[in-house]
């Protein structure tokens, strides 16, 4: 069993830049698309960025395309979510996962609320 914790979220103001973290722990991931999800109040999860098991392709949503960046490193069996330009829509509780089903168990996320 897969555990996911999230990290790095807080509090920014408009056009200011986060970076979030998450790391698994159990049995490796390294063979795994990964995911980032957000989701916002009275929203749907929706995923925001994915990456492949090598790191060498990845993919965003087009709400946040040219603005985040998404990485990975299997050795420390992580992912990370670098944020810039952010926006107040940009507000939700962002999660890491696989990248396509089934799930594993969802950590508590990490929340990032951004003001005008």
């Known amino acids: 069993q897969i555990q996911l914790v999230e990290s790095g979220g807080g509090l920014v103001q408009a056009g200011g830049s986060l970076r979030l973290s998450c790391a698994a722990s159990?049995?490796?991931?390294?063979?795994?698309?990964m995911a980032w999800f957000r989701q916002a109040p009275g929203k749907e999860r929706e995923s925001v960025a994915t990456?492949?098991?090598?790191?060498?392709?990845?993919d965003y949503a087009d709400s946040v395309k040219g603005r985040f960046t998404i990485s990975r490193d299997n050795a420390k069996n992580a992912v990370y979510l670098q944020m810039n330009s952010l926006k107040p829509e940009d507000t939700a509780v962002y999660y890491c996962n696989r990248q396509s089903r089934p799930y594993w168990t969802w950590g508590q996320g990490t929340q990032v609320t951004v003001s005008s």
């Open positions: 159990g049995r490796t991931y390294s063979n795994r698309g």
């Open positions: 990456i492949n098991w090598s790191g060498d392709s990845t």
